[in-house]
């Protein structure tokens, strides 16, 4: 197996792109916040960040090296994914909470 070196730009760059990962897996509530120790969710900023990801894609196509474009465009994929399953979750959690609420007021109704 012939190991390919990794250039500085090459290296910068997949770090470049695994920090706004790490960030976006962090508002997912996928990484626990480094400063509080605590699952943070926060989805709207885990869309942005997966945004910025996807506008760095549209923006360096053919710019990059493969190795490079794989772990952007893995990065995102991964991300995305994650980014449903969690908007799912939290759409089941309101339903359920809507339907523990409806027997409460039924209830206050029929009073």
Do not use: C, W
């Not at 990962?21 to 508002?27: C, I, K, L, P």
């Not at 759409?91 to 609420?101: I, P």
């Amino acid at each position: 197996m012939v190991e390919e070196k990794i250039s500085a730009s090459e290296m910068q760059f997949i770090q470049f792109v695994s920090m706004f990962s790490n960030s976006a897996m962090q508002h997912l509530g996928k990484f626990t916040n480094p400063l509080t120790g605590k699952i943070e969710k926060n989805l709207a900023a885990a869309q942005a960040t997966i945004d910025i990801l996807a506008m760095l894609k549209e923006k360096t196509k053919g710019n990059l090296t493969k190795r490079e474009e794989e772990t952007l465009v893995n990065s995102l994929s991964n991300l995305q994914l994650n980014y449903a399953e969690e908007v799912k979750r939290e759409e089941s959690k309101k339903e359920k909470k809507s339907e523990e609420k409806r027997p409460e007021a039924e209830a206050k109704k029929s009073s």
